[in-house]
């Protein structure tokens, strides 16, 4: 009989919980977390156990044992494993870490003789308004946040620091609600109205900073990180590509304070919502922002798979806060998310047209003139009805029409090699996979039994392999040219004369008209396949047919997809028919009728000035892909078909309006006040960016294995007053976060609340970070008086250092002219290409934007102030930055040193740092004066180069790029 273990002795009687009964996701989850799901967890279950999930934790593991018996922790094996002495037994294992304390021991033991009581994360339970907390000093706060702020403060023994001056606080709210720092002007304004009435001045100069066109571009520029926007492709050769105006569409969101819930609708389904505009369409280029690679060589399902899963990803950790991208492979390893649920939710995504392909399809163009995009989406929209009514037409005709499949064939190639195999009544062509791009096939079909007449010629391309091609998609064919002609026994030719080719989807990437006509691009299966697909010619004449006539049919194929891929088919079958109806419909009244309104509507869309954007556009659902489980996450290893499209169990449930859940359902899921996550995400996401630090400190992670929140009640209380009273709207809540008292106080710290508090979590003084790379270059062009404020446009290219611009695809970076608007243009506007980043943004902690980022990590380097000093863009601004100190000040040294100091600082200069600057210019200038040379290329007088230097120290002190 064995020894109870010491460890029992240790063991306190008394429940340990603070809180008396146990609460799992308090008490429990951490010590699972952080002790057991390493090897019983969503990755690993070792011996069938994992403590991720419900079900599991109260079965039986492979021994037969029940882990978790409620009520009886005697007869539970999680208990008897976590005390044994016996080491072959003990969890965890000696060699993977330390036993479990007495305490987590009982509060264990506790937590099953309460019943095991199981409870979901917090973040994943619906969030509820808290009262107000009750607080000493209530005359501090001005409005609720304050409350739950002063709470947690007092019951640290804390106080609020002192109210910021009037020049902090606007400098802080300048750029924290439009990137830039505010004007001398403005200082003298607000500082003036704050000495009457301080609140009030606030609440004021909110509106202000809030009606700014700057704001926009403030807010647009932290949701590209999100959005890993970038004006290039990414991987291979990483090309240029066209995707601004969703920039420009963001900016305009956030001016016009669009409901955050409509906002998040837009980007995931705009193209979706019943009349979409043309402002919705291009919101989708949201999701079109993964990568894609043009490279030669390169598999485009294994990319357009990968931008599938990335959007799926990055949806998560943009609108949910939780990782998502592991479950790819495996259960999630800390939260309740199963590894086919993955897979659920991947389908949503998974029915859209792009491919991968180079030319970025599907695209729409998009005015560059906004005042014509409801002319433009009319047009659209136009085009889209009649091309649908058209293929409806020819759908009606198709399905009255009876086909007669050619069954006897002969097949050659001079560069293919080809072979005749009968399919279901077919004479199939088919060609071995070594046939070349230029291959052309000379096919002889006898006449079909029955056939006395030919009104249209069917020509199908399938996949080699029919059910594996529906999981494994594979290369397809382009029919570069058809001609067809009939060949009588006396040996007479007739060239079949097509009126027109009409394809099986009414919105064909290229016109398959191509295919009649010489050198067309023509009807093809754009670029992989998984199903059979076929194109339809009609004749101009219907064409009687005798005994023993026989069809003479080339087919031209399409050359090469991305340099590498033959588009060449492999397998093909032909059959005609003799309704009357194809030719009937085509010389049909309506039919020209709806072919002049396409034309026309075509037509004047191209007169409109337009640039071609990436949008998301789902597959017709005849034509749909299906969605399989991914074998340990290899795309390659196939498993079963995903039934549906779903949501995770933990999460509320979807209420798709159809049996068939779509992409709008899943946009409208998320943007519901029922999920718990959406509305928390976001009023922590808006608050890291003003305060510093998230409510939750890993706005990455809202799940059991990110921190918890500091101040719980308060989130809840925002989220929920966010997505009811405030209507989800941003700048309602911007309003209350900088109207607060919290955030108005003075950022100055102590070295005793420092050591306590460094990343100011608890909030006891005012916010106070460093500006980012996109503020340091913004406030230099202000403060240097160069900034351009035209709002939008295509990309810029401001000034770079010498040697950074090596491109694999040998693009230029053409940077405007001095003095040209164009090259003073905000940051938010510089090209970004992902291999090569704006170098001044990346010094500064700017992403690469490859992937999705929650949040810049603010690093403090000498490079920053290298860069600061000697960046050309920034030399630039240093130069005109002296020039309006020395022409546009007017008074002594002393009147345009002070000017220059409030510029940049945003403070009035104190007696001791204006005597320090005077000194450095009065320095500088006597040693130009003395040695001229010393100046070269600095400024051609002495006082212009000292004023150059000047302006370059007051650009760099620690007060100018701090806001």
Not at 258 to 283: C, R
Not at 332 to 344: A, R, S
Not at 530 to 546: I, M, Q, Y
Not at 557 to 573: D, I, Q
Request: aromatic share 10%; hydrophobic share 35%.
């Amino acid at each position: 009989m064995k020894t109870l273990p010491l460890i029992f002795a240790l063991i306190p009687l008394a429940p340990i919980s603070l809180y008396g009964e146990i609460d799992f996701t308090r008490d429990v989850q951490p010590i699972l977390n952080s002790k057991c799901v390493s090897c019983h967890g969503g990755v690993k279950e070792a011996g069938g156990v994992s403590f991720i999930f419900r079900d599991q934790v109260l079965g039986k593991g492979e021994s037969g044992k029940a882990v978790v018996v409620p009520g009886k922790p005697g007869e539970s094996e999680l208990i008897a494993r976590i005390v044994t002495d016996d080491e072959d037994d003990l969890m965890p294992r000696p060699d993977h870490g330390p036993r479990l304390s007495p305490a987590d021991v009982e509060t264990l033991r506790q937590w099953i003789s309460e019943g095991a009581e199981w409870g979901e994360h917090w973040a994943f339970v619906a969030p509820k308004r808290h009262d107000e907390p009750s607080v000493k000093n209530s005359d501090w706060a001005q409005n609720d946040i304050d409350k739950f702020i002063l709470a947690k403060l007092e019951s640290k023994g804390l106080s609020p620091s002192p109210k910021a001056s009037p020049s902090e606080w606007l400098r802080r709210a300048s750029f924290d609600l439009t990137g830039l720092p505010p004007s001398a002007e403005e200082l003298d304004a607000f500082e003036a109205a704050a000495k009457k009435n301080f609140t009030k001045a606030v609440e004021q100069e909110t509106e202000r900073l809030l009606a700014s066109p700057g704001f926009g571009e403030r807010w647009a520029s932290v949701w590209m990180d999100l959005a890993r926007y970038a004006d290039s492709e990414g991987l291979g050769v990483d090309k240029k590509r066209d995707v601004w105006k969703y920039r420009d569409w963001l900016i305009n969101a956030f001016n016009r304070d669009l409901p955050y819930d409509q906002f998040t609708i837009d980007q995931l389904a705009g193209d979706l919502v019943p009349d979409s505009t043309l402002e919705q369409k291009v919101a989708t280029v949201f999701s079109r922002l993964t990568q894609s690679n043009g490279e030669g060589g390169t598999d485009d399902e294994e990319f357009r798979v990968q931008a599938v899963m990335d959007r799926a990803t990055t949806t998560w950790e943009t609108w949910q806060g939780i990782s998502f991208g592991c479950v790819q492979c495996h259960s999630h390893p800390y939260d309740p998310i199963k590894h086919e649920e993955y897979y659920n939710f991947l389908s949503f995504f998974n029915n859209t047209k792009d491919s991968d392909a180079g030319n970025h399809s599907p695209v729409i163009p998009v005015p560059y003139e906004v005042g014509k995009y409801p002319e433009a989406n009319d047009l659209l929209t136009k085009i889209r009805e009649v091309e649908e009514e058209i293929f409806s037409a020819w759908s009606e005709v198709d399905q009255s029409s009876e086909w007669f499949p050619v069954d006897q064939l002969e097949a050659s190639s001079e560069k293919a090699e080809m072979s005749v195999v009968m399919e279901e009544g077919y004479a199939e062509f088919r060609a071995t996979d070594n046939a070349l791009p230029s291959a052309v096939y000379h096919l002889l079909a006898q006449k079909p039994d029955g056939l006395d007449k030919v009104s249209a010629v069917r020509l199908t391309y399938l996949p080699k392999n029919l059910e594996k091609a529906l999981t494994d998609a594979e290369w397809g064919g382009q029919l570069s040219n058809i001609t067809v002609h009939k060949i009588s026994p006396d040996g007479t030719r007739q060239n079949l004369e097509f009126a027109i080719a009409v394809a099986d989807e009414a919105h064909p990437l290229n016109d398959p008209n191509g295919s009649i006509k010489k050198g067309g691009s023509g009807w093809g299966t754009y670029y992989k396949f998984f199903r059979p697909r076929f194109v339809t010619f009609v004749l101009k004449e219907s064409l009687a047919l005798g005994e023993g006539d026989q069809f003479e049919i080339i087919l031209a194929n399409g050359g090469k997809y991305n340099s590498s891929f033959p588009l060449v088919a492999k397998r093909g079958r032909l059959a005609l028919t003799d309704d009357e109806s194809w030719i009937e419909t085509f010389r049909g009244k309506e039919f020209w009728e709806r072919s002049g309104e396409l034309r026309a509507a075509s037509a004047a869309l191209r007169k409109i000035p337009s640039v071609k954007i990436p949008i998301m556009e789902e597959r017709d659902p005849a034509h749909a892909r299906v969605t399989t489980f991914f074998n340990r996450g290899s795309w390659l290893d196939k498993g079963d078909v995903i039934p549906f499209s779903d949501t995770p169990h933990v999460f509320p449930p979807l209420n798709a309006v159809s049996a068939k859940p779509s992409r709008l359902d899943l946009a409208k899921w998320i943007a519901s006040p029922e999920n718990p996550l959406t509305a928390r995400v976001a009023v922590n996401r808006f608050w890291l960016e003003l305060f510093g630090v998230g409510i939750v400190p890993t706005p990455e992670d809202f799940g059991s294995a990110g921190e918890k929140p500091t101040h719980p009640e308060l989130l809840d209380t925002l989220a929920v007053q966010f997505s009811t009273e405030m209507n989800w709207s941003v700048k309602t809540l911007l309003r209350k976060y900088v109207t607060s008292a919290a955030y108005q106080q003075a950022s100055a710290v102590s070295p005793g609340l420092y050591e306590m508090d460094a990343d100011n979590r608890l909030l006891a003084r005012g916010p106070r970070q460093r500006l980012t790379g996109e503020m340091a270059r913004d406030a230099a062009l202000a403060v240097s008086g160069l900034l351009t404020d035209k709002i939008g446009g295509a990309p810029v290219y401001p000034p770079l250092p010498p040697g950074v611009w090596t491109p694999f695809d040998k693009q230029k970076w053409e940077t405007p002219a001095e003095g040209d608007p164009q090259r003073y243009r905000r940051a938010i506007y510089t090209f970004w290409k992902r291999s090569i980043p704006y170098p001044t943004f990346i010094t500064f902690d700017a992403p690469s934007r490859e992937l999705c980022s929650k949040r810049r990590m603010p690093s403090n380097t000498p490079v920053q102030a290298l860069a600061v000093m000697n960046d050309p863009a920034f030399q630039e601004c240093t130069e005109a930055f002296a020039r309006r100190m020395k022409y546009q000040t007017d008074g002594a040294i002393e009147d345009k040193i002070s000017r220059a100091y409030r510029l940049s600082t945003s403070r009035m200069i104190t007696r001791d740092r204006l005597e320090e600057l005077k000194n450095l210019f009065d320095d500088l200038e006597a040693q130009y004066e003395a040695d001229p040379t010393l100046m070269k290329n600095i400024a051609g007088t002495p006082d212009g180069a000292a004023f150059t230097v000047l302006a370059s120290v007051l650009l760099n002190l620690d007060e100018a790029i701090t806001r």
